[in-house]
Nanobody, 120 residues
Framework: VQLQASGGGLVQAGGSLRLSCAASGATFSSYAMGWFRQAPGKEREFVAG????????YYGDSAKGRFTISRDNAKNTVYLQMNALKPEDTAVYYC??????????????WGQGTQVTVSS
């Protein structure tokens, strides 16, 4: 499966962004989907995950209460709505597809990253 992430950019603290990740090359609903991020000098961390048909969602501590993951299987796309952004949310955000678990914490396929920069 090929994944194409988009929607990153520069935003002021307190603002919002919506990331999208479009999938192709496979049956999208066969994969749980996740968002991860990696800041300079830090390890990649789990942000959010969503099960195959969207019935279950999972969030990392940094995302709880501010970010919302969703998916549209008809459009082969997963989204990450990010609100109340903070400078510490600055990172490259990656989407991933998993057939191994519903939270998508273990990724089989990665998309390219999209940069999110939050200014103070």
């Amino acid at each position: 499966v090929q994944l194409q992430a988009s929607g990153g950019g520069l935003v002021q603290a307190g603002g919002s962004l919506r990331l999208s990740c479009a999938a192709s090359g496979a049956t999208f609903s066969s994969y749980a989907m996740g968002w991860f991020r990696q800041a300079p000098g830090k390890e990649r961390e789990f942000v959010a995950g969503i099960s195959w048909f969207g019935g279950r969602t999972y969030y990392g501590d940094s995302a709880k209460g501010r970010f919302t993951i969703s998916r549209d299987n008809a459009k082969n796309t997963v989204y990450l709505q990010m609100n109340a952004l903070k400078p510490e949310d600055t990172a490259v955000y990656y989407c991933g597809a998993s057939r191994r678990n519903t939270s998508a914490r273990e990724v089989d396929y990665w998309g390219q990253g999209t940069q999110v920069t939050v200014s103070s």
